[in-house]
């Protein structure tokens, strides 16, 4: 298994200002994620976090919207540029193992709301 | 594009009745995967499904595939108050070999 490190756990931020979530594996991963979970909804991938280099987005996410860092195999980052209430969601950090590639598992996550 | 239908949205059950959720995907599946989210927890994967028709159980729970790898069910045998959660299914398309989360099932269970 896989213990995830999330933060923050929770946020609270001014409408255009950005935030930064980070996501540290104790675990050697092959894949890295990164979803968006709003109320009583179901989870959306944002995008795939490649090592060393541009994350792999979804349609309807861009990098300057929601650009993501992944310096090596156990960490990442994901910023919430410029936000809006529209952006007040969980977003949640995921991995899978080199041992168990197909299974995910999923940070406790970052709830955040903007004012 | 390709989706995952899950039914129902919300059950309601006394505790000790049976529950049962569906997932359906408009396309073909190459595996389903099953997960649970305790409120305010983060999913945590309960099992994983490849083969046509396949069957397994959890104590408990009773996870199907659906013969034609489209279609795959969870079902809760005398359900207790532990079981109160959102179970999401998700598969993974044969296409793109994304994984694509259905909308989930949440459960309520009076005891």
């Known amino acids: 298994s896989a213990v995830i490190s999330q933060k923050p756990s929770r946020d609270i931020c001014q409408r255009g200002t950005s935030l930064t979530i980070q996501c540290q594996v104790d675990s050697q991963v092959t894949m890295m994620f990164w979803y968006r979970q709003q109320p009583g909804q179901s989870l959306t991938l944002i995008a795939t976090?490649?090592?060393?280099?541009?994350?792999?987005?979804e349609s309807g996410f861009v990098i300057d919207k929601f650009p993501i860092s992944r310096p090596n195999l156990t960490f990442s980052t994901l910023t919430v540029s410029n936000m809006s209430p529209e952006d007040s969601s969980i977003y949640l950090c995921?991995?899978?193992?080199?041992?168990?590639?197909?299974?995910?598992?999923f940070g406790s996550g970052t709830q955040l709301s903007v004012l | 594009g390709q989706q995952v239908m899950q039914i129902p949205q919300y059950q309601h059950v006394q505790e000790g009745e049976d529950f049962t959720t569906y997932c359906n995907s408009s396309?073909?599946?190459?595996?389903i995967q099953w997960y649970k989210q305790r409120p305010g927890g983060h999913p945590v994967f309960l099992i994983q499904l490849v083969k046509s028709g396949e069957v397994k159980k959890q104590k408990r729970l009773t996870f199907q595939f659906g013969e034609a790898k489209k279609n795959s069910s969870l079902h809760i045998t005398a359900t207790q108050t532990t079981d109160v959660g959102t179970y999401f299914c998700a598969g993974t398309s044969g296409n793109t070999g994304k994984l694509i989360f259905g909308q989930g099932t949440t459960l309520q269970v009076k005891p």
């Open positions: 396309t073909t599946l190459s595996n």
């Open positions: 995921s991995v899978s193992l080199w041992t168990d590639n197909e299974k995910l598992f």
């Open positions: 976090a490649n090592q060393g280099s541009e994350a792999t987005y």
